[in-house]
């Protein structure tokens, strides 16, 4: 399957608002379906120099982007944490399992790693969440805490989120 990575734009709103609402992504993310395209849009036109957000599209048969995922970095805005930051990633329901998720790790981390010269980097997963945990331990990161019952599902039961790290990175 062909997909471009490349940095986001403030028109993909709407369909970064479609993924945070998509059933199958909605699940295992702090959003709501309520949210709507202008909170996208704001939050990408107000990326500071310390986020760094990219989006995997998939051209559809219109010659349209399709966005079918996308990965943040933020580092630390602290001078005395700066040399970490937090990923955060989505991917679309149809084109989980296809690498993705994959190319998008890689892309992120040879940003902090060789552009950013974090040495750490770490990130949150809901402990059901086990194909995107995977995707995790493959790069190498790491169970570092269970941070509590984060989230809430349709069935009122509580799921416990992890925060998984990457150590050591150059």
Not at 16 to 27: D, K, P, S, T, Y
Not at 59 to 64: H, I, R, S, Y
Not at 97 to 121: E, F, K, P, Y
């Amino acid at each position: 399957m062909d997909f471009l990575i490349r940095p986001i734009e403030v028109s993909d709103g709407k369909g970064i608002n479609e993924l945070r609402r998509m059933q199958g992504v909605f699940e295992n993310i702090l959003g709501i379906p309520s949210e709507r395209v202008k909170r996208n849009e704001d939050f990408i036109m107000n990326i500071d120099s310390n986020h760094h957000q990219l989006v995997a599209v998939k051209k559809t048969q219109n010659c349209e982007d399709i966005i079918i995922g996308t990965v943040g970095l933020t580092v630390n805005p602290n001078p005395r944490t700066r040399h970490s930051g937090s990923i955060g990633i989505m991917i679309h329901k149809d084109y989980q399992n296809m690498r993705v998720g994959t190319a998008l790790m890689q892309d992120i981390i040879d940003i902090a790693d060789n552009w950013l010269m974090l040495i750490r980097v770490e990130l949150g997963v809901f402990e059901d969440n086990e194909r995107a945990i995977h995707l995790y331990e493959k790069f190498g990161f790491e169970k570092a805490k269970e941070i509590g019952q984060e989230r809430l599902d349709f069935m009122e039961k509580y799921f416990d989120r992890l925060k998984l790290e990457l150590d050591g990175m150059k």
